[in-house]
C-alpha cells in the first residue's frame, strides 16, 4: 500500500495563479484533511471531508476551495494564490473521526508563492 | 479556546540519555496525539491516548487527565531519534474532526 500520497511535491506559482494540490488514499479511509503548516505554528486545518460528496470548513479556509469526487482523492484548489499562502502542505486521513483514530499524513507539499 | 503547550521547545541530547518532552493544554480532552515529523518533513503518527500509558519500543506516552499534562520519553535516545514532536489534543465538546496543535519540541541527540 502506498498510504496518503500528495502531487506535486514542490511548487512555485506566481500571484494570482491558480493550482491544485492532489491527495490520494489507498486505505478505504473515510476522514481526510488537508493542513498547512507554518514555522513558528502548529498544523492548522484547511478543510476536511467526512466522505465520499462531502466538504466542510476547518481553521483556515479562506483562499482554498477542495472536492471530494472519489473517496479515494480530496483536492485542494487555490483559485488566485497569494504570497500569504506560501506554506507546506499536508494531506491526512483517518478511517472515522480525527480526534480518536490515528491519522495517515503524506509527505507534505512545498508551495511559494512570489 | 484549548491551547496545546510543548516544552520544551528546542532539546539537544547526547546518545543514550533519556528525554522526556512535555504538553499541557487547557481544558477537558477526548484524546491526545504524539506526532513526529522527520527532518525531511514526513509525519508519523506514534501514539493517542485518553488516559494511563502506552508504550512502543523505547517510546513512552503518558497522559494525567486531572493535570491536564502529557509526556513522551524515550528511554536509550540515539541520533536518529532527532525530530520534531508535536502534541496535539481532541477536546470533549468540540466539533467531531478538529485537533489542535502544539508547535513541537525540536529534538536534536548527537552521537
Known amino acids: 500500500n502506498a498510504g496518503v500520497t500528495q502531487t506535486p511535491k514542490f511548487r512555485v506559482l506566481k500571484t494570482g495563479q491558480s493550482m491544485t494540490l492532489l491527495c490520494a488514499q489507498d486505505?478505504?479511509?473515510?476522514?481526510m484533511y488537508w493542513y498547512r503548516q507554518d514555522p513558528g505554528m502548529g498544523l492548522r486545518l484547511i478543510h476536511y471531508?467526512?466522505?465520499?460528496?462531502?466538504?466542510a470548513k476547518g481553521e483556515v479556509p479562506d483562499g482554498y476551495n477542495v472536492s471530494r469526487l472519489k473517496k479515494q482523492n480530496f483536492l485542494l484548489g487555490l483559485e488566485s494564490a497569494a504570497p500569504s499562502q506560501t506554506s507546506v502542505y499536508f494531506c491526512?486521513?483517518?478511517?472515522?473521526?480525527?480526534?480518536?483514530?490515528?491519522?495517515?499524513f503524506g509527505p507534505g507539499t512545498r508551495l511559494l508563492v512570489l | 479556546k484549548n491551547e496545546v503547550e510543548q516544552s520544551p521547545q528546542n532539546l539537544t541530547a547526547q546518545e543514550g540519555e533519556f528525554i522526556t518532552i512535555n504538553c499541557s493544554y487547557s481544558?477537558?480532552?477526548?484524546?491526545l496525539h504524539w506526532l513526529q515529523q522527520h527532518p525531511g518533513g514526513g509525519i508519523v503518527s506514534l501514539f493517542m491516548?485518553?488516559?494511563g500509558k502506552k508504550k512502543h519500543g523505547r517510546l513512552i506516552a503518558t497522559i494525567n487527565i486531572q493535570e491536564k499534562h502529557s509526556s513522551l520519553h524515550i528511554t536509550a535516545s540515539h541520533p536518529r531519534d532527532s525530530a520534531v514532536y508535536i502534541c496535539a489534543v481532541f477536546y470533549s465538546g468540540g466539533s467531531n474532526y478538529k485537533l489542535t496543535f502544539g508547535k513541537g519540541t525540536l529534538l536534536t541527540v548527537n552521537p
Open positions: 491516548l485518553s488516559s
Open positions: 491526512a486521513s483517518s478511517y472515522s473521526s480525527q480526534g480518536r483514530q490515528t491519522q495517515y
Open positions: 481544558v477537558g480532552i477526548s484524546a
Open positions: 486505505m478505504n479511509h473515510e476522514y
Open positions: 471531508s467526512v466522505g465520499e460528496g462531502t466538504t
